[in-house]
């Protein structure tokens, strides 16, 4: 099965990802968490990735998709992978069909995890509240998590009415409990 999981910084994407991971045995592809394994790297990837992710902002497209094309090809994704940060743009939603068509693969589910900005910016003043401070990501702050709002508005949500008009959207309401999401989401892939 492949799967996108799409929604706003702190929807939970990460969270929900593991989950399909433990439950499944999918395969989690974290864009996020393969710049902040190129940042901890201190390659040159990660120099530029570090200056983009503390300003909210998004890497370069061709970067990211030849990021994803290389990984989607490694062998353990043969069993289908969660994709979690990707596609963020126009431009990588069509690269991403263009990959999977051509090793003939199905985009089987999208599913977005929507919550309401104000409750994103509560949860983060939380976090940031009960997290040390060496504990945190550099981009977790309530300033940042702004200006990647509307990145994702502006950017990330004009790829949804594209699914929605192949009928493989699925809108899961991200406000209830992690484990209520994760029913939800299970519910989806089993009528799958
Ligand atoms: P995430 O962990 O998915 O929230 O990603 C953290 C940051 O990494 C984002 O705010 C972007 O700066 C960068 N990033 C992750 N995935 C992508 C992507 N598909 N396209 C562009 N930038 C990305």
């Keep these: 099965m492949h799967i996108i999981l799409l929604g706003p910084p702190g929807a939970g994407k990460g969270t929900q990802a593991k989950v399909l991971v433990n439950n499944h045995g999918m395969v989690q592809l974290s864009t996020g968490d393969m710049l902040r394994a190129a940042v901890a790297s201190g390659s040159q990837l990660g120099q530029q990735a570090k200056d983009v992710m503390e300003a909210g902002k998004l890497m370069p497209d061709e970067i990211m998709v030849e990021i994803i094309s290389a990984r989607i090809a490694e062998p353990d994704c043969v069993n289908g992978f969660i994709l979690d940060g990707f596609p963020r743009t126009t431009a990588q939603a069509e ?3 263009k990959m999977l068509k051509e090793k003939g693969l199905p985009l089987d589910f ?10 994103l910016i509560d949860r983060i003043k ?8 060496a504990e945190r990501r550099d981009d977790d702050n309530a300033e940042t998590l702004r200006h990647r709002l509307d990145v ?3 950017q990330t949500t004009p790829i949804l009415p594209y699914y929605q008009s192949r009928g493989i959207l699925k809108k899961v309401d991200g406000m209830q409990s992690i484990d209520e999401v994760s ?9 799958g």
């Design 152 to 154: 994702y508005h502006e």
């Design 95 to 97: 690269a991403l069909d």
């Design 183 to 191: 029913n939800q989401i299970g519910v989806i892939i089993s009528a």
């Design 110 to 119: 999208v599913i977005e995890i929507s919550v309401n900005d104000a409750v």
């Design 126 to 133: 939380t976090r940031v509240a009960e997290t040390p401070e």
